[in-house]
């Protein structure tokens, strides 16, 4: 059974940082490309960074140089370090598990993250 626990969200103070963490079960981690996705209330979910089993990374035009997407394999585990917080960043986030040449995805069920003074 394939499981991604996600973990770290909470409330920050516009300009603080949270490290975010997701925790997969179930599936040979090191293959699969992983990735950061987020929902805000009324929005369309969309892409937050992304990082491929070679350590490739791909982030969106808001976070970049903000938020920085690293893997650690022998804990089969992907993180989301987000610094300069504000509250435009308050979302679900949600992490994907994906092995595209198996048409393979998974999705945790996501962790909320809001920012506010």
């Known amino acids: 059974q394939v499981q991604l626990v996600e973990s770290g969200g909470g409330l920050v103070q516009p300009g603080g940082s949270l490290r975010l963490s997701c925790v997969a079960s179930?599936?040979?981690?090191?293959?699969?490309?992983m990735g950061w996705y987020r929902q805000a209330p009324g929005k369309q979910r969309e892409l937050v960074a992304t990082i491929t089993s070679g350590a490739r990374t791909n982030y969106a035009d808001s976070v970049k140089g903000r938020f920085t997407i690293s893997r650690d394999n022998a804990k089969n585990t992907v993180y989301l370090q987000m610094n300069s917080l504000n509250p435009e960043d308050t979302a679900v986030y949600s992490c994907n598990a994906a092995r595209a040449v198996f048409s393979l995805i998974y999705w945790g069920q996501g962790t909320q993250v809001t920012v506010s003074s």
């Open positions: 179930g599936i040979s981690f090191s293959l699969y490309d």
